[in-house]
């Protein structure tokens, strides 16, 4: 078990910073969450997530506002799977599973994950 | 920890939730929810990637034969998903772009399409499976 | 990595004991009972909006939203369906080519019987809706069938559901293979579906009233007793099963035919969850 933690660690490292190159700067891809957060025909995630940017417009409530995401997940890595399939918690979550059902691409999502992650 | 060994003790009595937990689609779709396409992680002790079959099926040479292969892979298997009555509304839509594509010889872009729409079929019949024991937990119970 | 251990561990233990719990509403055939699952929706809608009375949800989201129920109010004090009614009336009283109308159809001459349908057919086995009806009368007397979601089919309807205002819905599941097609309805509406993995349920149940962008799903208890509607998006009247098409869609599904047999199902468990409450159709919505 210990060996799975430590390569699933290693990976994750390699693939942060790969990520980083492929996307260009952190602004850009925190550009590009914004885009697909808010975008209807993106993410869409302000049709049911509120969140502290003055872009936001027509926000939902049908899931928690997006806030205190740093505390609520100190490892960003399960913020992503959160968002990849919020099912895999909770089989009765009404969330799309955005990664699972190919809603969103991986690129999208790791994006989503920084732009949210300033929250 | 004796209390979540006790719990344990009781799951694995009950059913077999503590294998499923492990099952290799649980450790693929885990690490790859974490980390995205192209993170490898370790399972039963050997070493696997997080890419998709159709992943790698798309990234083979782009040619006649195999843009060919994975239409009718794709083909088949949006049979298999309708049958099911678990279709998504562009898995069709993949398939005859990936068709005309394949027709005009724009094999990458044919197999790229055909990779998508097979990806769409196969885990619409994965949701058609965890919906057989599933739905009954939405609904409201009588107190 | 103990803390994922511990977590899929206990909610292993969570989702089996749910599923305990759960099998006493009923997933087989042996075992549901559709009293129970009504008495069970009504009381999920009690706890919910405790403010509600259940006759109310024959108003939809208007039973529950307060701020959208004043604009609605004012819509039906001119209600948008009235030529619809009107237009349906003439419909429904003219004569076939061989001197029938549909009159000679149904039970007392077609009106105030809304709250029977979704009917079970014994000798068919099947699901018989009210636009069935109205059709399979049509092509029984050598006259064309309508389009099944808009138009000239739910203005009979809404014609026929007018005539049967304030009736209360009486939908009867006589045996096991009406109680087949009921479980059959039952579990397509609490079924995860389509790209967006939504069941009807998710948005009708579990969201309803709260806010996706600036629409509030609308509760499932009482569904049915205002079809025919108007719908402002619509522009037009148009039937139940042109919303379940709409509906499904919206899952990204593929969706199905209107009338299939899945959706009549559908139709039958979702108005059997409505008896008790009366037939206020047609209405206005959103």
């Known amino acids: 078990m210990r060996k799975l933690i430590s390569t699933l660690a290693i990976t994750g490292l390699t693939l942060g910073v790969a990520g980083t190159a492929v996307a260009g700067s952190h602004g850009d891809m925190i550009k590009e969450g914004q885009d697909v957060y808010h975008g209807k025909s993106r993410g869409n995630c302000i049709a049911c997530h509120e969140i502290s940017d003055p872009i936001a417009n027509q926000a939902g409530n049908v899931g928690p506002m997006m806030i205190a995401m740093k505390a609520r997940y100190p490892n960003k890595a399960e913020l992503r799977a959160q968002i990849w399939d919020a099912t895999a918690k909770n089989p009765l979550s009404i969330m799309p599973p955005m990664g699972k059902h190919n809603i969103l691409t991986e690129d999208e999502i790791d994006a989503v994950v920084e732009y949210i992650y300033q929250y | 920890m004796k209390k979540i060994a006790t719990i344990a003790a009781v799951a694995a009595l009950t059913a077999s939730s503590l294998t499923m937990a492990q099952s290799f689609q649980e450790a693929f779709d885990m690490n790859r929810a974490m980390y995205g396409a192209g993170a490898t992680f370790e399972w039963n002790g050997k070493s696997y990637n997080t890419s998709y079959i159709e992943e790698e099926l798309a990234s083979k040479p782009a040619n006649q034969a195999n843009a060919q292969a994975l239409f009718d892979a794709a083909k088949a298997k949006l049979a298999e998903v309708r049958e099911a009555g678990f279709a ?29 729409s097979h990806l769409q079929s196969r885990v619409g019949l994965e949701q058609a499976e965890t919906a057989k024991n599933e739905w009954i937990l939405a609904v409201p119970p009588l107190n | 990595m103990k803390i994922i251990k511990t977590t899929l561990l206990a909610m292993s233990v969570a989702a089996l004991s749910q599923t305990a719990m759960a099998a006493k509403t009923g997933a087989t055939l042996s075992t549901v009972d559709p009293e129970a699952d009504r008495i069970a929706l009504q009381e999920y809608m009690k706890d919910r909006f405790p403010d509600t009375p259940v006759s109310e949800y024959v108003n939809g989201i208007y039973a529950v939203d307060a701020a959208s129920r004043a604009q609605w109010e004012e819509i039906e004090e001119f209600p948008p369906y009235e030529l619809d009614l009107e237009e349906g009336e003439e419909l429904f009283n003219e004569q076939f080519a061989n001197g029938k109308s549909l009159a000679d159809c149904f039970d007392n001459g077609g009106e105030g019987i809304r709250q029977n349908y979704p009917m079970w057919n014994d000798e068919r086995k099947t699901v018989v809706t009210l636009e069935m ?17 808009k138009g000239p089919i739910a203005k009979v309807s809404a014609y026929m559901a007018y005539t049967s205002r304030g009736n209360e819905f009486v939908i009867d ?31 009708h149940l579990t969201g ?29 009247i148009g039937t139940i099963h042109r919303r379940y098409e709409g509906c499904h869609r919206d899952s990204r599904s593929e969706f199905l035919k209107v009338q299939s047999e899945t959706y009549r199902n559908l139709e039958y468990f979702q108005t059997y969850m409505s008896n008790g409450l009366v037939v206020n159709g047609p209405g206005s919505r959103k």
């Open chain 3, 173 to 203: 599941i006589p045996n096991d293979d009406a109680k087949a097609a009921y479980l059959d309805g039952k579990k397509f509406f609490y079924t995860k579906r389509g790209q967006l993995n939504l069941s009807c349920a998710d948005c």
């Open chain 3, 133 to 149: 009806a109205i059709n399979e009368c049509r092509l029984q007397n050598g006259e064309k069938p309508y389009g099944w979601k």
């Open chain 2, 88 to 116: 998504w509304r562009d898995n069709v839509k993949y398939l005859k772009q990936a068709k005309e594509a394949l027709e005009a010889g724009e094999y990458q872009k044919s197999m790229d399409l055909a990779a998508r």
């Open chain 3, 208 to 236: 309803t009233n709260r806010l996706v962008r600036a629409d509030r799903p609308s509760p499932a208890l009482g569904h049915s007793t205002h079809f025919p509607v108007v719908r402002s998006k619509w522009g037009n």
